[in-house]
């Protein structure tokens, strides 16, 4: 005579299988709340670096000629004004060291500032001939590793006055891209008033504006080359169809319509550079 088999009643269980997924939501929720978030980026100030912006008058006379450079031309200038820019060196050292090597061997002294986009950011530090305004990088400056480490891309350009290393909006000649020894030290600086998201992600931010956000203004309210729509489609054409010279007038688009330059610049050697400009 056969029994049928049923299942035991849930009370006499074992103790083990009853709570085995208890235990398990439980040890899910407790390892997820015991895991720590990761620490905020560093953005202590480890340098200051002062940069003056000027306006030359001279620099588009009729009667120049190809040697001269922005040090010749540009003796008299008009003042804009100085900026102090604190650096994060333990967020970014690299990336910082060689900024600085840039400013302390005068590579961005007497260049341009090439670019202007009112309400976003301006551009400086274009590399090229220096007869043209354009940067000479020191031949034993370190390659840049930061430059796809993800780390390195954490802080957001939320405001003006953000210092940042120039990637995605990056114009430097292709041929001067090619060459083995490059290393981008383009620069941008953020004007305000808003964010700029749009460079999120894509550029390396090491700091900001200490002293001199009414240089940014002043650099940010200049009038600049804009061109009218029929050229933009021109360009555009002529840029599917391969034309280099696309990208080369591409070049002199948001070009400040006066010449503003790097009059000066150099490290500021204080005991603690953390601490606020009017403090060192």
């Given at each position: 005579?056969?029994?049928?088999?049923?299942p035991?009643?849930?009370?006499l269980?074992?103790s083990?299988?009853?709570f085995t997924?208890r235990?398990?939501l439980?040890?899910?929720s407790?390892s997820t709340?015991?895991?720590p978030p990761?620490p905020?980026?560093?953005?202590t100030?480890t340098?200051r670096?002062?940069m003056d912006?000027?306006?030359?008058?001279?620099?588009n006379?009729?009667?120049?000629?190809?040697?001269d450079?922005?040090?010749?031309?540009?003796?008299e200038?008009?003042p804009?004004?100085?900026?102090?820019?604190?650096l994060?060196?333990h967020?970014?050292?690299?990336?910082?060291?060689?900024?600085?090597?840039m400013?302390?061997?005068?590579?961005?002294k007497?260049?341009?500032?090439?670019?202007?986009l009112?309400?976003q950011?301006?551009?400086?530090g274009r590399?090229?001939?220096?007869?043209?305004?354009?940067?000479r990088?020191?031949?034993?400056?370190?390659?840049?590793?930061e430059?796809?480490?993800?780390?390195?891309?954490?802080l957001?350009?939320?405001?003006?006055?953000?210092?940042?290393?120039?990637?995605?909006e990056?114009?430097?000649?292709?041929d001067?891209?090619?060459?083995?020894?490059?290393?981008?030290v383009?620069?941008?600086?953020?004007?305000?008033?808003?964010?700029?998201?749009?460079?999120?992600?894509?550029n390396?931010?090491?700091?900001?504006?200490?002293e001199?956000l009414?240089?940014?203004?002043?650099i940010?309210?200049?009038?600049?080359y804009?061109?009218?729509?029929?050229?933009?489609?021109f360009?555009?054409?002529?840029?599917?169809?391969g034309?280099?010279?696309?990208?080369?007038a591409?070049?002199?688009?948001?070009?400040?319509?006066k010449?503003v330059?790097?009059?000066?610049?150099?490290?500021l050697?204080?005991?603690?550079?953390?601490?606020?400009?009017s403090?060192?």
């Amino acid at each position: 005579m056969s029994f049928p088999l049923t299942p035991p009643p849930p009370h006499l269980l074992p103790s083990s299988a009853a709570f085995t997924r208890r235990s398990l939501l439980l040890s899910t929720s407790l390892s997820t709340i015991t895991s720590p978030p990761p620490p905020p980026p560093d953005t202590t100030v480890t340098d200051r670096i002062y940069m003056d912006f000027s306006i030359c008058p001279a620099y588009n006379k009729p009667d120049r000629t190809v040697s001269d450079t922005v040090a010749t031309l540009c003796t008299e200038p008009f003042p804009i004004g100085r900026l102090v820019l604190g650096l994060y060196g333990h967020l970014v050292p690299t990336t910082v060291s060689n900024f600085k090597s840039m400013v302390n061997s005068y590579a961005y002294k007497n260049t341009l500032v090439h670019k202007v986009l009112p309400g976003q950011f301006f551009l400086a530090g274009r590399q090229g001939r220096r007869e043209l305004g354009e940067v000479r990088p020191p031949a034993d400056l370190p390659r840049n590793v930061e430059a796809v480490d993800p780390k390195a891309f954490r802080l957001a350009h939320s405001k003006g006055g953000v210092l940042s290393l120039c990637l995605s909006e990056n114009d430097d000649e292709d041929d001067v891209k090619l060459d083995p020894n490059y290393r981008n030290v383009e620069f941008l600086i953020t004007t305000g008033p808003g964010p700029c998201p749009e460079l999120d992600g894509k550029n390396i931010v090491f700091g900001h504006v200490l002293e001199g956000l009414d240089v940014v203004t002043a650099i940010s309210s200049l009038p600049t080359y804009k061109p009218g729509e029929r050229i933009r489609q021109f360009n555009d054409f002529a840029e599917f169809l391969g034309d280099e010279r696309a990208q080369n007038a591409r070049s002199s688009w948001n070009r400040p319509l006066k010449t503003v330059f790097i009059s000066d610049c150099g490290e500021l050697r204080v005991t603690k550079p953390s601490l606020s400009p009017s403090l060192p």
